[in-house]
């Protein structure tokens, strides 16, 4: 490789690490902006746990890194920098051929048709959910719409039957469970060790997963097993290079993986876009009469908006593995590349009118698909976008049937950041009528 000894390093906040920090990550948004505005669209930076960091805020840029060698610039390696529950299984922190091998592995169970046959299976489980939802009366929306996406996840993902629901699900969110900043810095290392609360957590963990692997192992001794296309049922029935079952631990890290990928960010996704809705009722009045008359592609197209205005995964970020030339600048070995998605979903040379939420842009833009980029791209592109997709336009589909949401005049929640994820401040408060008699099941 020859690299251009001219080009400049990226330049950025020469403040101390710690301040860079806190500020990264109590106010993300605002921070990077500001950044933008005096360093211009790459940034350097100093940000834990991540540590020496590249931002990147020009769509074109953006697009190249997802092209890029991915053994010049792996995924993996980055993702493992935020820490998690994780192993080297986990196919969020592979990189090479194992991350092609598990990505072709679980393929089945993510593509179009596989979802678009399990679309009345999910309607059931948002019905079951709405019996309990509060009317005339605001409330949390975030909380509710975890509820269903877990039960999506664990019943059609997974492949969980009812009698092994209640327990499967348990362990799933003490296993996921969101630490806080603060309890992932100080659960690092020896201090970790010492402290009650890091060392509680290792004995709710411990039992977590003592629970998991029962159902794994009681799963693959199932005469059903044979017949289920679930993304479980694939990874139980896999050999790995030596021809051998994967084991239980590889298995336990695949299905944690797909839970954190695809439950948080779609419930996530799902708050926000009722959080929109309300504040916008000409679009909501649009999108109620698109879930009366199955027009899907309305729906799609709140899903992509809802998407682009309050983007759940700011950053996919990439890691330099040698000395390199990208965007015009020198990077070094180890520094983290870092896209800003939501900067570019916010940007007015890019999104026209990027402050209203107007999903009509999806129908007539083609520009606006093309920079669309909540799932990423290239060959670390989200394995469950069609699903996260599909589930939310059903879901939502279903609630507007199922539930008048009154408008507000409330401020815009705040964003909040949880570890990867961005969350509506408030949890996106609503208020419902019920349409309706909700739908009976037997």
């Known amino acids: 490789m020859t690299l251009d000894t001219a080009l400049p390093r990226p330049v950025g906040s020469r403040l101390p690490t710690i301040v860079q920090t806190a500020l990264y990550w109590m ?26 960091i590249v931002f990147l805020c020009d769509v074109g840029d953006i697009k190249e890194l997802m092209r890029a060698d991915p053994a010049l610039f792996p995924a993996g390696v980055a993702n493992a920098k935020l820490g998690g529950p994780f192993s080297e299984h986990s196919m969020l922190i592979s990189d090479g051929p194992r991350h092609t091998s598990s990505r072709a ?42 509820q269903i996406a877990l039960d999506v996840i664990l019943r059609i993902v997974m492949g969980v039957d009812e009698r092994g629901l209640d327990d499967v699900r348990a362990a799933m969110l003490r296993l996921t469970q969101v630490e806080s900043l603060l309890e992932l810095f100080l659960s690092a290392g020896l201090l970790g060790r010492l402290l009650p609360f ?3 957590r290792q004995r709710v963990l411990a039992e977590s997963h003592d629970r998991l692997l029962a159902y794994i192992q009681a799963s693959r ?58 504040r916008t009722p000409e679009v909501l009045a649009r999108a109620t009469r698109a879930a009366a008359e199955d027009d899907d592609e309305y729906l799609d197209a709140v899903v992509k908006e809802s998407l682009r205005a309050r983007t759940v995964i700011p950053d996919l ?32 040379e890019v999104f026209d009118e990027p402050m209203r939420f107007r999903p009509e842009r999806f129908l007539s833009d083609r520009g606006a698909t093309a920079n669309w980029l909540p799932f990423g791209g290239g060959i670390r592109r989200c394995l469950g976008a069609a699903f996260a997709q599909t589930e939310m336009r059903t879901i939502i589909k279903q609630l507007l049937r199922c539930y008048e949401f009154i408008p507000t005049s409330a401020p815009d ?26 739908p009976t099941r037997g």
């Open 198 to 200: 890091a060392r509680r």
């Open 105 to 146: 592995l679980l393929m089945p169970a993510f593509h179009g048709r596989a979802v678009r046959e399990r679309v009345e299976e999910i309607t059931g489980i948002v019905e079951a959910h709405l019996r309990t939802w509060p009317v005339d009366r605001p409330f949390p929306l975030h909380g509710r719409c975890e």
């Open 27 to 52: 106010f993300p948004r605002r921070t990077l902006r500001r950044w933008q505005a005096r360093y211009g669209d790459v940034i350097a930076a100093s940000v834990l746990p991540m540590g020496d």
């Open 317 to 348: 970020s990439r890691m330099a593995t040698a000395d390199t030339d990208f965007a015009g600048h020198r990077i070094r070995a180890g520094v983290v590349l870092a896209p800003c998605l939501d900067i570019v979903h916010e940007s007015p």
């Open 221 to 278: 001794n199932s005469p059903g097993l044979a017949a289920r296309a679930d993304a479980a049922a694939l990874l139980m029935r896999a050999t790995d290079e030596d021809g051998e079952p994967l084991s239980d631990r590889a298995v336990e890290d695949q299905l944690i993986t797909l839970l954190i990928a695809g439950y948080e960010t779609t419930a996530t996704a799902l708050a926000w876009t009722f959080e929109r809705l309300v």
């Open 413 to 438: 929640e705040r964003m909040s950041r949880r570890h990867i994820t961005t969350a509506p401040g408030r949890g996106a408060v609503v208020t419902v009528r019920a349409r309706t008699a909700l």
